[in-house]
């Protein structure tokens, strides 16, 4: 989606909604890419292994916490996947599972997406300060910034790998590498990327 942003004001361009080679991708999934990977009762290796899932399988990503994302494998799924012991029945389902970011790829956006560019627009211009954004792509973005912050060109790179950071945790963006542009003037003066 591509918007743009100077003092405040918004500019809307709509895109059609993302495809990718498994149909319209309406919100963010992860997608397994090992071989056979451990799905968790919690963020981290201390917690228990409830299922298993293999290369491909799709999941609704509902949460990111460091390197685990939180998935959501509906009930009936996860009694075929669930680790049982010999004899016994599936075991009662966990409320949370979760699997390693390492192990899997993001596709496709959270679903409340644009609401969290404007958020994140409103924080680029208030807390860096920006005097313009505009967003080429889900992941390019380009900024002026205020004369003063063009001191060295080094402390410039710095603030737009902290634009991008900050973009891809309020955002949700996972999916691929965000770029951050600094144009001085109508050029672009310095890149950063996260």
């Known amino acids: 989606m591509k918007r743009s942003i100077v003092r405040k ?15 319209v991708v309406e919100s963010q999934e992860a997608v397994v890419t090992g071989p056979i990977v451990n799905v968790r009762r919690g963020p981290g290796t201390n917690y228990e292994v409830v299922a298993r899932v293999k290369k491909d399988d799709r999941f609704p990503v509902i949460n990111v916490k ?10 009936e799924t996860l009694k075929e996947l669930a680790l049982q ?11 949370e599972t979760w699997i390693f970011r390492g ?12 609401e969290r560019q404007i958020e994140f627009q409103n924080w680029a211009l208030d ?8 967003f080429k792509s889900d992941s390019q973005i380009w900024v002026r910034l205020p004369p003063e912050k063009y001191a060295s060109i080094g402390r410039v790179r710095q603030i737009a ?16 590498k965000v770029v951050v542009k600094v144009l001085k003037g109508d050029r672009i003066y310095a890149t950063a990327s996260e």
Not at 85 to 95: F, K, L, N, Q, S
Not at 103 to 114: N, R, Y
């Open 66 to 75: 460091g390197s685990w994302v939180q998935i959501d494998i509906d009930e």
């Open 103 to 114: 192990l899997i790829q993001f596709v496709g956006k959270p679903p409340d997406f644009e």
């Open 9 to 23: 004001s918004l500019i809307l361009t709509v895109v059609p909604t993302i495809l990718s080679i498994h149909g």
């Open 161 to 176: 790998r902290r634009i991008a950071q900050e973009y891809k945790r309020q955002t949700g963006y996972l999916e691929k």
């Open 127 to 134: 807390e860096v300060p920006v005097t313009f954004i505009e």
């Open 85 to 95: 012991e010999a004899g016994e029945g599936p075991p009662p389902p966990p409320e």
